[in-house]
Structure formats: C-alpha cells, structure tokens
C-alpha cells in the first residue's frame, strides 16, 4: 500500500516537473502545408501511410529545402498535381529504374538543370557524366545527394567517405584514382576555411563602418573574392579538384591579408 502511494507521489511530482518545465528547444518544424493546398501530389501523399518504402519519400520531402523553397513533388517527378484521380495524377510519373522516368541516373541532370542550371552544365563537363552517360557506372546526383538533397555534405570526412565508396573499391574502375577521396576532403575544408575568413573580414569591415572609417579598397576586394569563391564551388561539380583548390586557396590568402589589414586599423 504504501509502496503504491509513493509510486502515485512519485508519478505525480514528476508529471508536475514535466508539465511546469519550459518546452525543449525541438529542431525548426516544417509550417503547415497551406502552400501546398492545390497540390495534389502533396496532399496524397501526405495521407499515404503504406507502404513505408512510398510514405518515407514524402517525409523526406517534407524536411527539405526543396519544400521550403515551394519546389513540389511534380517539379521533378512530372505527373498532373491538379488531379485528385491516381491514374491521371500519375500520367508521366515513372518509377525512377525506368529508364524513360525523369528521374532515372541518366536523366537527372536534365531534370535538375530547370533550376541548377550553372551546377548542371559543370557537371555534364565531368568525367562522371561521361561515365554516367556512356556506361552508368559514373554517380548521378542523387547517388551524392539522396533523394531529397537532406545529404549535402560540408564536413571532410564524410565527404572522403563518399568518393571512397567507389574509388577505393577494387571492383569499382574509379579505383585507379584511389587519392581522390582525400584530395576532395581538403577541397571541402579549403572552402570552408576560405568562406569564414570572408565572413570574419565581413565583420571587421562592418565595424569599421560603425566607426566611419573609410574602407572602399577592403570592402571591393572582399566583394571580388566572394565572387571568386562561389565560381570555385561552382568548379566542384566538375571534379576539377586542382582548380577547385586553387581558386578556394587564392581567396584564403587574399581574404587573409585584407583581414590583418583591417585587424591592424584598430579593428
Ligand atoms: C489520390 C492520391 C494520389 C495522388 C493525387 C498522387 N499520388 Fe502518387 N501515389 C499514390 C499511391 C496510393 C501510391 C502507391 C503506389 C501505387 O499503388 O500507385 C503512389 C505512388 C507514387 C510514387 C511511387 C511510384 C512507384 O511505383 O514507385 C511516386 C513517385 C508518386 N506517387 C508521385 C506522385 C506525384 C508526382 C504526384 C502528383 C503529380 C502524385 N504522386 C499524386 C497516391 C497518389
Ligand atoms: C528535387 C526533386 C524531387 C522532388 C521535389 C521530389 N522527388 Fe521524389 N524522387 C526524386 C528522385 C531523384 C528519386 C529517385 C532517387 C531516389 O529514390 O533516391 C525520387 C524517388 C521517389 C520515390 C521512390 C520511387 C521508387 O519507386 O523507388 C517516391 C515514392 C517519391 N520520390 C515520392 C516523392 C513525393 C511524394 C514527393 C513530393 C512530396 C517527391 N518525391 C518530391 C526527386 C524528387
Ligand atoms: C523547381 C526548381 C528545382 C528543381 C527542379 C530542383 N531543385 Fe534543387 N533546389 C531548388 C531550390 C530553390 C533550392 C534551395 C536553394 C537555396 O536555398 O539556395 C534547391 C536546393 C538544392 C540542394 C541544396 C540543399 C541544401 O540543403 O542545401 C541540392 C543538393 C539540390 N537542390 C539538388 C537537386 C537535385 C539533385 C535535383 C534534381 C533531382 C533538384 N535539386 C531539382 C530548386 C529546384
Ligand atoms: C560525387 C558527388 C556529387 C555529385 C555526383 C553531385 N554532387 Fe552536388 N554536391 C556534392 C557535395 C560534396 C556538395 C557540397 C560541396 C559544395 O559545393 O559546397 C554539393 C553541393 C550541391 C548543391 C548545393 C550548393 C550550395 O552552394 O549550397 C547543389 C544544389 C547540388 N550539389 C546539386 C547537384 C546536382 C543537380 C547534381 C547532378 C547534376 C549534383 N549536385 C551532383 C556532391 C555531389
Ligand atoms: C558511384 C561511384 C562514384 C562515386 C561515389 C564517386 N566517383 Fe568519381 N569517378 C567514378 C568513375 C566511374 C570515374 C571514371 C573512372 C574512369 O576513368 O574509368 C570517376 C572519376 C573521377 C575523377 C576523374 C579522375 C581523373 O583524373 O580523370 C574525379 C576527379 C572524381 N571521380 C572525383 C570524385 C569525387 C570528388 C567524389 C566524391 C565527392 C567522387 N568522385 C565520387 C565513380 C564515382
């Protein structure tokens, strides 16, 4: 009895804790669907519960950029999101193995290309596209990407372990160049360093204003080599490593010096 009385106490206080203690911070919810209210696909989907191979895209989708960025399912699937009827909703909408489907390796870039245009005509340069395109051993998109681009990778080691997949796999061709996967590391990280270093300047600079410094040398040279950096991330998607880190390592260093400038002003 009084074991059972203490266990009620017990649950009580706790539920009180719970209850009175502040909300936990939750990662950013996706907002409600209202953009997508006459969209069909979307709205389907979203009710869908089986099978979990089918229902799982749609939650996929649901935490991605692209739905953020108001990029519905049609937009890459085809099919009619204005109809509510299966067959004539799915018209055009082919399994992604199907090597007509939108979606099949091949066929990505094109798709994709509606909105990543400069990314697309790097890659289409690539020698994976080559190898894609003649014999599908080279990746496609989503072979990096996945299926909702959840799977943009900026930290070096996972990126090393994504070009190790195949080009340190004996039976995988790419493996006659097993350096690849630490060279894009260090692209990785190249970029990374070069982009703080931006943002740092960044900083200073704004500081300087505050203080009414006159700062149009700095201030144009910072502009130049964010300009510089984004067409060195674009050199990435043409697996032009060398250049990739040139280009991300000349901004470093520029990026570096106008930092210490600003730094021996005071700032
Ligand atoms: C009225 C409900 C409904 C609508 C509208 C709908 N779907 Fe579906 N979709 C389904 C169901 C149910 C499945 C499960 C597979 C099946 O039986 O066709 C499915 C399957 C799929 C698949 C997987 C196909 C496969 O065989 O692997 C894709 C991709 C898909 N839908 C995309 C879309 C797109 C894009 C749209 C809008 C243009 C859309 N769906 C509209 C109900 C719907
Ligand atoms: C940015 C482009 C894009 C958008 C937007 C998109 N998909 Fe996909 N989807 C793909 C690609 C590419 C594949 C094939 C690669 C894969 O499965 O990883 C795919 C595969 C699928 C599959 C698996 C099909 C199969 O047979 O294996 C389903 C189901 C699916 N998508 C549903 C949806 C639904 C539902 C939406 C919207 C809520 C959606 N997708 C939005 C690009 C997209
Ligand atoms: C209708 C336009 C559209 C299509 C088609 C499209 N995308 Fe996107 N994609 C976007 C937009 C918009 C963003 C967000 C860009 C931003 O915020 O800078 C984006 C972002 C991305 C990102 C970055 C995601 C992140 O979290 O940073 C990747 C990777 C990507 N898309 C891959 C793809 C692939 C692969 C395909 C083809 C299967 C595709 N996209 C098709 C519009 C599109
Ligand atoms: C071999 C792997 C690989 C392939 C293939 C690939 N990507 Fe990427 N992609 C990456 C990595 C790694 C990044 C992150 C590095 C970066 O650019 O900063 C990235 C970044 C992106 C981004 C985000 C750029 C940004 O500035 O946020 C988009 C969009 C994108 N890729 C689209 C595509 C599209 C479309 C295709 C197919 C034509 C493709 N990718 C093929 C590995 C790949
Ligand atoms: C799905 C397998 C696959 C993945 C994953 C992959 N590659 Fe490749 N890669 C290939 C194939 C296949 C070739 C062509 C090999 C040949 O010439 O026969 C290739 C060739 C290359 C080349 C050209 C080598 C040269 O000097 O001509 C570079 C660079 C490259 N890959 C970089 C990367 C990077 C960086 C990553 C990771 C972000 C990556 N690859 C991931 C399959 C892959």
């Known amino acids: 009895m009084a074991k059972v ?39 389907c989907h979203a009710d869908l519960t089986e099978p979990l191979r089918i229902s799982s895209h749609f939650f996929e989708w649901l935490d991605s950029k692209h739905q953020r960025k108001a990029v519905g399912c049609e937009k890459c699937h085809g099919g009619d999101p204005q109809s ?23 066929n990505q870039p094109e798709t994709c290309k509606s909105c990543h245009q400069e990314i697309v005509n790097g890659f289409v340069k690539s020698e994976h596209n080559l190898k894609l395109q ?8 989503t072979t990096c990407h996945h299926h909702m681009a959840t799977a943009v990778i900026y930290w070096p080691p996972q990126t090393a372990a994504l070009c190790a997949r195949c080009h340190q796999d004996d039976q995988n061709r790419a493996s006659q160049y097993p350096l ?29 204003k505050k203080r009414r410094l ?14 510089r950096l984004k067409d060195a991330k674009l050199r990435w998607h043409e697996f032009d490593l060398k250049l990739s880190r040139q280009r991300a390592d000349e901004v470093f260093t520029r990026a570096t010096k106008v930092k210490d400038a600003l730094a021996k002003r005071g700032l």
């Open 5 to 43: 009385k203490f266990g009620l106490l017990l649950c009580s206080v706790l539920g009180m804790a719970v209850f009175s203690a502040p909300p936990l911070q939750k990662k950013a919810q996706p907002q409600s669907l209202a953009a997508y209210r006459n969209n069909s696909c979307v709205m």
């Open 84 to 106: 509510y009827n299966v067959q004539q909703a799915h018209r055009g909408v082919l399994r992604p193995d199907f090597p007509q489907s939108r979606l099949h390796p091949e």
């Open 134 to 141: 003649g014999s599908g051993v080279g990746p496609s998109c």
């Open 180 to 208: 690849v996967p630490n060279e894009a590391a260090d692209v990785i990280a190249a970029f990374t360093r070069a982009d703080e270093v931006i943002e740092w300047s960044q900083f200073l600079l704004s500081e300087g």
């Open 214 to 227: 006159s700062l149009k040398a700095e201030e144009a040279e910072i502009k130049a080599l964010n300009e």
